[in-house]
């Protein structure tokens, strides 16, 4: 439950499907029919393991385009999200990164 409202109050997320009684929601970004983010909690030691793994190593979990890295790093801040820097420009466009909270990170990438 925490997630989901990490997800929708805070990143602005719409609730598509909610089953608060097993803890699983799944969310979506708004104007973007069809394509869902799936929270819930992991029993799983082999899942479990992998996302701990990539969390460590300091590596985004999942990807969100952006058309403004910079004003969504400000309004994300302003809202107590922490990122792991400023955003900054690479090879591939502009980005920053964000921990979730829930253990895992989170990159917002614009091109």
């Known amino acids: 439950a925490a997630?989901?409202?990490?997800?929708?109050?805070t990143l602005g997320f719409e609730t598509l499907m909610a089953m608060p009684e097993a803890n699983l929601f799944i969310v979506q970004s708004a104007g973007t029919p069809g394509l869902g983010l799936l929270l819930?909690?992991?029993?799983?030691?082999?899942?479990?393991?992998?996302?701990?793994?990539?969390?460590?190593?300091?590596?985004?979990?999942?990807v969100f385009g952006s058309a403004d890295v910079r004003a969504d790093y400000d309004r994300l801040t302003a809202a107590g999200v922490v990122?792991?820097?400023?955003?900054?420009?690479?090879p591939a466009g502009l980005a920053a990164v964000f921990d979730d909270t829930f253990g895992n990170y989170v990159q917002l990438h614009q091109d």
């Not at 029993?43 to 590596?59: I, K, T």
């Open 83 to 90: 990122f792991q820097s400023e955003p900054a420009e690479g």
């Open 40 to 62: 819930e909690p992991s029993n799983n030691p082999v899942a479990e393991a992998y996302r701990r793994g990539v969390y460590e190593q300091g590596l985004p979990a999942i």
């Open 3 to 9: 997630a989901h409202a990490f997800y929708t109050q």
